[in-house]
């Protein structure tokens, strides 16, 4: 073989792997504190979310995943293995996955779901203009606890001891705990606050609840309790009327909830993700706030325990499960 046409063909074979490089299609990292299980409905959203951008996953777009199984602590080491893998966007969906998403990269984008305020958090700067790496969806789960204590006050006037239920790993929890021992006082009530954040915790809290002969429970917002739902539901049916903050808690045989739709959240996260990865920055766009707040009622479980809603809770009610 000439020279030259040796040269030419190493070229040739050179240039191969950079053109396939070239058409591979982005990656997004997807940090998530749940199981893959337990997030089904949610991450259903989040490629409807990406699909309306334009972006359907394993055609124009990969997507690697990361669960935390409900362990925090291991959020840290997933978040830095997907800056390692150089991806494109990182969807964070929770409020500790966000957290630390946010404290492994300043460069990448990030798209976050948080229960909690991202501008006490110090994910964004603020709520209309992000300024920084980071922006997303507010879901503003966490101050609602004192509304939600409103309706259950509606449901059980008379009950003198209310158990709060508080993962003491989520990043907001003493918050939470304070806003509903706020509000029971002023009904004349006793919060009595009770902490879970393993599966074995979950069963001695409810134990415990029962002790402190508490009459109704309210369930803080937390990623690891939502991934725990079928548990907790099952848990407070034999002992407890519980008010939830996702509707996905009713779903699973829960007493009530009221909060934002969490799946238009993650639907809202998968827009916001498209969006980068045709070129938006972060920084531009708008944290996304819940413009409806829905509360759920599933009326088998208050016949189990011999409760009658009254007509104000009914007409307040946005759906009402038979």
């Known amino acids: 073989m000439r020279r030259r046409e040796f040269i030419t063909l190493l070229s040739g074979a050179a240039a191969w792997p950079l053109a396939a490089h070239a058409q591979l299609p982005p990656v997004i990292g997807y940090l998530n504190s749940r199981s893959r299980d337990g997030d089904t409905p949610f991450l259903a959203a989040f490629h409807n979310g990406l699909n309306e951008t334009g972006y359907v996953e394993s055609q124009n777009v990969m997507i690697e995943y990361r669960w935390a199984e409900g362990q925090y602590d291991r959020l840290p080491a997933l978040a830095a293995d997907l800056v390692r ?32 305020d991202p501008v006490s ?57 304070k806003d509903v021992q706020e509000v029971a006082h002023m009904f004349g009530q006793e919060a009595q606050v009770v902490y879970a954040s393993s599966e074995g915790e979950l069963n001695a809290a409810s ?14 917002a937390d990623a690891f309790f939502l991934s725990r739902r079928d548990q907790l539901v099952a848990l407070a049916r034999h002992s ?53 707040f829905h509360f759920v009622i599933n009326l088998k479980t208050t016949k189990e325990f011999g409760l009658a809603i009254p007509d104000k809770l009914l007409a307040l009610a946005d759906e009402v499960l038979e």
């Open 85 to 116: 893998r150089q991806v494109a966007v990182m969807a964070a969906t929770s409020t500790p996955a966000a957290l630390a998403a946010k404290a492994a990269t300043s460069t990448i984008p990030i798209v976050f779901t948080a229960a909690a």
């Open 240 to 292: 407890i009327p519980a008010l939830y903050w996702a509707r996905e808690f009713v779903l699973a045989g829960g007493l009530m909830s009221y909060g934002p739709d969490v799946g238009e959240g993650y639907r809202q996260a998968g827009v916001y993700a498209g969006r980068i990865l045709k070129g938006a920055k972060p920084g531009d766009l708008p944290v996304v706030q819940p413009t409806k």
């Open 207 to 220: 134990a415990l609840l029962v002790q402190l002969k508490a009459s109704i429970l309210l369930v803080t």
């Open 121 to 177: 958090l110090g994910l964004v700067d603020s709520l209309s203009r992000p300024s920084g790496n980071a922006t997303g969806v507010s879901g503003y789960f966490s101050p609602l606890g004192a509304k939600r204590l409103e309706l259950l006050h509606e449901l059980v006037p008379n009950a003198a001891v209310i158990g709060v239920l508080v993962n003491p790993s989520y990043p907001d929890a003493e918050f939470q705990s």
